[in-house]
């Protein structure tokens, strides 16, 4: 459609270039005469200076009759109210009088556009040529188009001569490219500005899910294209459709688009529009009763009284609208009342003179008396002041403002030019403009620098693409109790410093047309996920549909799902991370107050038994057998006990170093004895042989408490080689489970670590090897079975720990391996203490030295003498077997 716009200008410039090129070949020969001319409804007064004005007084391209526009004439009459007010300021232009040519558009581009070409080119009959041109063009400025294609048309045309247009309500951002309309001004902001306000006031109540109705020309498809764009950029929300208004009566489309609407979630509706086009909309929403939706109005409609009627008021109750700064202009009032209907009209009392007056522009007035008055017929000499019209009301004023802003921009530019000094001037060879020969170009060198405040207080300049410091108020539509309706300032949207749209609202004066009035609406396409959950696409739909889909664990969602930092994980409700839980085998949960108890008993129970072997310790019983290495047995047997403490609580770097080295040092000592036992015993009933009581010498207390002490020493550098180079060390293990941290000590080095229980093995089963051997020696000295039995226990328990630990999670695995050393710990301390203290305590008849010495010198007596039997003759049994046999007794 704006291709089809660009063509219609195209075609107008070359009639205009056509039309040149006919009046410069007719002027070589005779005097110019104009061909046609147009017919227009305008308003003129003579001066010095002429300005020239484009108003919307009547529509004619969508209803088929004429019909007047009361506020377009109002902005007509401000315009020339601004300039009879400069005419009477003596500090501005005091030496020019100011003049005005007004035209009436008729809301037609063809109009309008003839209307510009009659501005900037005159309709004098005839003009005879001379040899020198002298005087300024027929306007030195344009104050107009209100309609954005308008507006473009005209600059097209106008800006090849450089002539001023300061637009009033032409918004399209279009029209700042300078390089295409370099003359072009504005004293309101351009639609860039209002888009992004609209954004900022659809981010401000979480409307994310709108619907988009353009006007059909260059206004509203330029500001579709902004907005779809600016709106995608800035992830605020999406469009749930875009519907362009037709022009002219076209109910068709206008029912199509009303379906769409009422099919839509989107509750909020925003309009780029002309009040043509939401005239014919909202007779299309009545017919369809399409209530429960929320307006946005752009400055193009915002303030149409036409709208704001009890009828559409259910309807448009509560629309939100972007309007023009509202002003005061003191006088203006005053000035309209003084107005008289008439074709003819001259008044030299009234602050206006009107010289020429066409085609009934003041005349139509008279419908409006006649509407106001009921009927009654009117004479044309009416006093005004007694009439309450929408004309009069001048309580409201924006577009109005904007052209009184506009008319004082042109007339500060002409002072200032005025005002230049010859020589100092800002044009070649610092020459100045003259106001007999100046020419549209130097008024618009002068008018982008102009720089001025109104009496209202407002500051007008215009930036390098002639736009004007943009300032816009945020209106309200309020449903009054008694049906009637206020529109209500409640808020402001400008430029902040940093070049960002500031958006002030007051929502406690906000009516919401819906069911308690207080509460804006809401319009989504997807309601915001719940926590715990995050948003997928809906496919072949915008961003802004979207399923809810449930994080999975160990994620959290905000915006989307996120997985939680290593050492949390996300609550039941996915809503947010918590802490893990910690697991480690614990004094306070029953297994490990188990296995401490245990623990406990067994280190009681060993220190019991040292108890009784202390104080028996000169009975044959304590004393068999190296008594020292049974007290050394004991001691080690309750450091195995109490290393089994350090495998439970959480694990600490000292603890992780000392379990193994505790754990591997107390069992080497342990079985040690144990092999040293098992040895001595072997060696003292192997002595029956002739000159077997010289190995005995290899078996004395000394050199027995040596060799528990170097198989000790070799466990005891294992462990520090372990510790040096691969150090056991606590470590959060979070393989078993995902929101467990499970508190574990890694052993460092697999090798030490099998290595340190190779070598309690080894001699284990050494002990176990030799223990069997001598399992039927006599009972009553040798304690071989009870060794015997212990390292059968011992190894069973330690063959089936292995499989068990590595089979077993987290504290599980400390578990197994406390079970396996107080398991073998109570069964060493059971099988080799056990019977012994029963002996000690319940049978003393056999804890005596005849008692022990009987079965063990007979047995080496016989063996003895069955060994060494023969013809000849019969020897002693060893002397030294049996020394050492009464030794290790007691004497």
Avoid at 791 to 800: E, G, K, Q, S
Avoid at 840 to 865: D, F, V
Avoid at 870 to 883: C, L
Wanted: charged share 15%; aromatic share 12%.
């Amino acid at each position: 459609m704006e291709a089809s716009h660009q063509t219609l200008v195209s075609f107008y410039i070359w009639i205009f270039v056509y039309c040149l090129a006919e009046f410069s070949f007719s002027s070589v020969f005779s005097p110019c005469k104009l061909i046609r001319p147009f017919h227009l409804n305008g308003l003129h007064r003579s001066g010095d200076v002429i300005l020239g004005g484009l108003f919307e007084v009547h529509y004619t391209s969508v209803f088929p009759e004429l019909t007047f526009d009361p506020p377009g004439f109002r902005h007509a009459l401000t315009m020339a109210f601004a300039i009879e007010e400069i005419n009477e300021n003596p500090n501005l232009l005091p030496d020019v009088t100011l003049g005005y040519s007004l035209y009436d558009n008729c809301a037609t581009l063809v109009i309008g556009f003839s209307a510009a070409i009659s501005l900037a080119s005159g309709q004098e009959e005839q003009f005879v040529p001379q040899t020198g041109c002298f005087g300024s063009p027929p306007v030195l400025g344009i104050v107009g188009d209100s309609f954005s294609t308008f507006s473009i048309a005209t600059s097209d045309v106008l800006g090849l001569f450089r002539l001023p247009i300061v637009s009033y309500f032409a918004t399209c951002s279009c029209l700042s490219d300078r390089r295409r309309f370099p003359s072009f001004f504005r004293t309101i902001p351009n639609d860039a500005f209002q888009v992004h306000a609209m954004i900022q006031i659809l981010k401000h109540f979480d409307w994310t899910w709108v619907g988009l109705l353009v006007s059909d020309d260059d206004y509203g498809l330029h500001v579709a294209q902004s907005f779809q764009s600016e709106l995608t950029q800035s992830g605020l929300g999406c469009l749930a459709y875009l519907e362009v208004l037709p022009w002219g009566e076209n109910p068709t489309e206008l029912r199509r688009i009303v379906e769409v609407i009422k099919k839509s979630v989107a509750r909020v509706i925003i309009v780029f529009a002309h009040q043509i086009h939401m005239i014919q909309l909202m007779e299309e929403v009545l017919k369809q009763n399409a209530t429960g939706l929320q307006w946005l109005a752009s400055e193009a409609w915002t303030t149409a009284v036409v709208l704001q009627t009890p009828r559409l008021m259910p309807y448009l109750g509560g629309t939100l609208g972007i309007a023009i700064s509202r002003g005061e202009i003191p006088g203006l009032q005053h000035f309209l009342q003084k107005t008289r209907p008439g074709d003819n009209y001259h008044n030299e009392n009234s602050m206006v003179n009107l010289d020429t007056l066409t085609f009934k522009l003041f005349s139509l007035l008279k419908i409006l008396c006649w509407v106001e008055a009921g009927g009654a017929f009117c004479t044309g000499e009416e006093d005004l002041q007694s009439v309450e019209t929408e004309f009069l009301d001048v309580s409201n004023l924006r577009p109005e403002y904007n052209i009184y802003k506009a008319v004082y921009a042109l007339a500060y530019a002409l002072d200032d030019m005025l005002k230049c000094e010859p020589g100092r001037g800002p044009f070649t060879d610092n020459s100045c403009a003259f106001l007999q020969t100046m020419e549209p170009w130097q008024l618009m060198h002068y008018l982008e620098k102009v720089n001025f405040s109104v009496p209202f207080g407002d500051q007008v300049s215009f930036d390098q693409n002639g736009d004007a410091l943009p300032t816009y108020d945020i209106l309200n539509w309020q449903w009054l109790p008694d049906g009637g309706v206020k529109v209500q300032k409640v808020g402001i949207v400008k430029k902040s410093t940093f070049n960002d749209e500031e958006l002030k609202l007051d929502e406690d004066k906000i009516f919401w047309n819906f069911n308690d009035n207080q509460v804006p609406p809401e319009s989504v396409c997807s309601t915001n996920c719940p926590p715990g959950t995050r948003m997928a696409r809906q496919k072949g739909q915008p961003v802004c549909c979207f399923d809810c889909i449930p994080c999975s664990e160990g994620k959290f969602s905000s915006a989307e799902c996120i997985s939680c930092p290593e050492d949390f994980w996300s609550s039941p409700l996915r809503d947010l991370c918590v802490p893990k839980k910690t697991e480690f085998l614990s004094y306070q949960e029953p297994l490990g107050v188990c296995l401490t108890t245990a623990s406990v008993l067994g280190t009681i129970s060993c220190a019991v038994v040292l108890a009784i072997f202390t104080c028996h310790r000169q009975t044959p019983m304590v004393k068999a057998n190296n008594s020292e290495l049974s007290f050394l047995l004991l001691f080690s047997l309750k450091l195995c006990f109490l290393c089994s403490l350090l495998f439970i609580g959480q694990p600490r770097l000292w603890t992780c170093q000392l379990r193994h080295v505790a754990f591997g040092i107390s069992f080497v000592l342990c079985v040690s004895c144990i092999l040293v036992k098992t040895m001595v015993v072997l060696a003292v009933f192997k002595a029956s042989k002739p000159g077997g009581g010289a190995n005995l010498k290899w078996f004395g207390a000394a050199q027995q408490k040596r060799t528990v002490f170097a198989l000790t020493c070799i466990q005891a550098a294992v462990c520090s080689v372990w510790i040096v180079m691969a150090s056991p060390v606590p470590h959060k293990n979070i393989q078993y489970h995902n929101d467990i941290i499970v508190y574990e000590c890694l052993v460092g080095s697999i090798i030490g670590f099998s290595v340190l229980l190779g070598y309690i093995g080894m001699l284990a089963v050494i002990s176990f090897i030799l223990a069997f051997l001598a399992r039927n020696l006599p009972d009553n000295f040798n304690e071989a079975k009870l060794i015997t039995f212990s390292m059968l226990i011992f190894c069973a328990v330690w063959v089936a720990f292995v499989p068990a630990y590595i089979s077993s999670p987290g504290k599980y695995a400390d578990a197994v391996e406390v079970f396996a050393i107080l398991a073998s710990s109570f069964g060493l301390l059971m099988s080799l203490f056990g019977p012994k203290c029963y002996v000690i305590l319940m049978r003393p008849e056999k804890n005596t030295k005849k008692a022990i010495m009987a079965r063990g010198t007979n047995y080496l007596l016989s063996g003895q003498q069955h060994h060494n039997q023969g013809p000849k003759k019969t020897q002693q049994p060893d002397k030294k077997a049996a020394s050492f046999l009464r030794t290790t007794v007691g004497k």
